[in-house]
């Protein structure tokens, strides 16, 4: 014989063999079930079961037997028969009514806690997305921040590159009237020399010697002034050509 399942209603137990069954006093409209069944069957449906639900007499102990009963007719019997009845409603017919009530109750309290857990389902749905709409702003805020501050600090270098271009070129322009200057000494420098070695009456040897002497040292100082001048100018060009405004 099959072990079978129970159900009460509210929860199924088991698994259960017939003279278990039996001891449980599961009734013809007892939710039964067992491996094999594509669904849960009355007991009385089962034809494996039926023996359960046989009803034998008892022992016919003292009581007074009463000779010569006149027969009744199968008519009599059954108008003296009462039929069984719960509440007003065939016994069968309660049964029914009962198991469909139990059937709408048990499917109203499973469509209601699947309600409420889709209601948790979305209620935590919305929070994770209002969490995640949170994030990606934070996110985002830090990302401008980190862009403004990078763009701030490319226009701040963008400015002391600027500033220092113009201030080469400031130099630049010193540097070249300085060196203008210096040629311009060396020029007259070397008219003097050209003067001081030409013959002159009433000058001495000593006195043209001298003349000579002072115009080759301007002539001297005029040329290394010309020469830092020019290296400096090379040094302004090389830092002006390294600015990238």
Known sequence: MNLY???????????????????????????????GMEDWKYAGDVLELQNLFVIIPPPLRGFPITQNLEPQTFLEADEEKPDPKIMGLDKTLFYIVVSILVLVIATAGISFFQNQRSVQLEQQNLKTEKENQQRELEEKRIQDEK???????????????????????????EVQQQLFVAVSSLNQAKDKLAKAQDFHFLRSDSERENDINASMKEIDIANNQIVELKKEMDHIYLELEKIKV
């Open 5 to 35: 399942y129970i159900h009460d209603g509210t929860g199924s137990t088991g698994p259960f063999d017939s003279d278990q069954l039996k001891a449980k006093l599961i009734t013809k409209s007892t939710p039964v079930w067992c491996a």
């Open 147 to 173: 862009a403004q501050k990078i763009e701030q600090e490319k226009l701040e270098f963008e400015r002391v590159l600027k500033e220092r271009k113009v201030s080469l070129n400031s130099q630049l322009v």
